[in-house]
């Protein structure tokens, strides 16, 4: 079977059913973002330049920020660069990319055109950004790094994906439209900084409502059209730079746009630059900083990152979104980042241009261990209390974490890569571990080093067997992590080991124990269960919050 049609298969065989509570609450919350970064956009000249140059004529779609409407085709490709131009719209790791602005204009415009319930758009969403992410698993980071700009050339799939999806194709003709995106995608980073990057994400809307509609009509694609050796996979990356079993490796388990998950923007610039600014905001307002009292300031950023965000002279205002050197300085002398920023010829304030020259930007170095950026969430717990088995299921990868019959099995501290920018933590297990003492001494060392002075460090999962819970280790573990205002959510495990009954009792016991630090926020707890799928989807939302947050 080929790549093209095992995706197709999967969606056209998504089911609302089949969508978590929290994946549907992220669609909607990803569906009003877009568009309203698309009605902000819609003045910029970018959106101004194209509605002119296109003068649609009249049609069922509606072209935002206007009273105007357009041919579904048209109406995409404008929204589209609306959506994108401000660089205001969401973002996921996975993809490398913006996930809505390619596949929101054109599944909106197809929607209104069919007249589609609401429930049929959010299938469709979802299956559309699962499509371009698992995509991004597969080829990213290479694909990323290699120049090409992943939201229009992944973006194209996601939106004829979600639109396939809605038209209802069956799996012969979703994978003739996937085929058909393969041919259509494009987008180039050297245009990034510039109207040729919206422009990229126009197309690939356009591009993939077109490949659903003619698919939907008999048009053929050929289904080796991603893996044939003169296809996407080899032209885009090349011989050993993808990977189609990571690609395929999930589906739904959990839903991408849950977790991950989408990344909301706090501020209208690229997202490399968004967590540098996160910390100079942070700083000038708890230092009550002002730019004379700043003799340097020193910026680190992953070298892929830094290759598109180094840009101590932007040339446009649309450059100045990539500028990490303008936006801590726009953060350091308006103590805020915002849409007038880039208005104009606001790039060329004096007062922002003599603060750049503080700004000196360098890459993070590769051979250092993991840097300290980003976003982490730890498992720790009692061994034998199946921390393994709780990681595998709330990330829906078997084998991620090994599960093991001998207790203790996690002899060092093991991080695993959601994206670029999150990951889960696998911290040694204590209490049972059946290891010499100088061993077990090592561990608590290295583990008690990693929760003091971890600054990436969201928030502790701590498992607990439910038929043992809040044993000696454990309280001291608790006790830790209040003391340092750090986040923990308990996980009752091994809760199908017991009734009913004695689940609620157990959960209501160590509720009562604990509940002054419950009432203060700072601990929450639940039954889970790996096996039988007990607390998974609670576990899932409180990880995505605390990446949220």
Not at 377 to 396: W, Y
């Amino acid at each position: 079977m080929t790549l093209a049609r095992e995706l197709a298969e999967r969606i056209s065989t998504t089911s609302y059913d089949q969508l978590s509570r929290q994946a549907l609450d992220y669609a909607k919350i990803g569906l009003l973002d877009t568009l309203g970064v698309g009605v902000a956009g819609s003045q910029d000249d970018a959106a101004v330049i194209a509605r002119r140059t296109i003068a649609p004529p009249p049609g069922a779609a509606l072209v935002w920020g206007t009273r105007g409407r357009a041919t579904p085709l048209d109406a995409a490709f404008m929204n589209a660069i609306a959506a994108n131009v401000l660089d205001f719209d969401d973002c996921t790791d996975n993809l490398g990319g913006h996930p809505s602005a390619p596949v929101l204009p054109a599944l909106l415009a197809l929607a209104e055109q069919l007249g589609a319930r609401g429930r049929d758009v959010l299938i469709a969403y979802v299956v559309g950004f699962e499509t371009e992410t698992q995509l991004g698993r597969g080829v990213n980071f290479y694909h990323y790094e290699k120049g090409w700009h992943p939201t229009a050339t992944l973006g194209v799939f996601g939106a004829g994906a979600a639109c396939a999806r809605l038209l209802a194709l069956d799996v012969e003709r979703t994978t003739c439209a996937l085929s058909l995106c393969a041919s259509m995608a494009a987008g180039i980073k050297s245009n990034l900084g510039s109207m040729g990057k919206p422009l990229h994400i126009g197309q690939a809307s356009r591009s993939g409502l077109l490949a659903a509609r003619l698919a939907a009509e008999g048009f053929t694609g050929n289904a080796d059209a991603l893996e044939h050796h003169q296809g996407f996979l080899e032209l885009f990356n090349g011989p050993g730079n993808y990977s189609i079993e990571r690609i395929l490796e999930k589906w739904g388990t959990p839903w991408d746009i849950e977790m991950p998950g989408i990344a909301i923007k706090q501020y209208p610039c690229c997202l490399s630059t968004q967590s540098a600014v996160d910390l100079m905001l942070r700083l000038v307002r708890e230092q009550n900083l002002r730019p004379d009292q700043v003799a340097r300031v020193h910026s680190k950023t992953s070298s892929r990152r830094l290759d598109h965000t180094n840009r101590p002279q932007p040339r446009s205002a649309l450059d100045a979104k990539l500028s990490i050197q303008y936006v801590l300085a726009r953060a350091l002398t308006d103590r805020c980042v915002a849409l007038e920023h880039f208005e104009g010829d606001a790039y060329r304030n004096p007062a922002a241009k003599q603060a750049m020259e503080l700004i000196h930007a360098t890459a993070a170095d590769p051979d250092s261990p993991l840097p300290d950026m980003g976003a982490e969430i730890a498992f720790i717990g009692r061994s034998n209390a199946g921390k393994s088995s709780a990681l595998n299921a709330i990330t829906g990868v078997k084998g991620l974490a090994r599960v093991s019959q001998t207790p203790g099995r996690t002899q060092m501290i093991n991080l695993f890569s959601l994206d670029e920018s999150h990951r889960l933590v696998d911290l040694p297990g204590y209490g049972y571990a059946k290891a010499p003492l100088s061993v077990q001494t090592k561990w608590r060392v290295m583990t008690a080093d990693y929760l003091e002075h971890r600054a990436a460090l969201k928030g502790l999962v701590l498992i607990m067997d439910s038929r043992h819970p809040l044993q000696e280790a454990d309280k001291e573990l608790i006790d830790w992590s209040t003391d340092f205002s750090l986040k923990l959510h308990i996980l009752l495990t091994k809760a199908d080991k017991l009734n009913h009954s004695a689940q609620q009792k157990t959960l209501q016991t160590v509720c009562r124990a604990l509940r002054d630090v419950i009432d203060a926020g700072l601990v929450s707890v639940q039954l889970f269960s790996a096996p039988k799928r007990i607390g998974v989807d609670e576990a899932r939302e409180q990880l995505a919050q605390w990446f949220r947050d």
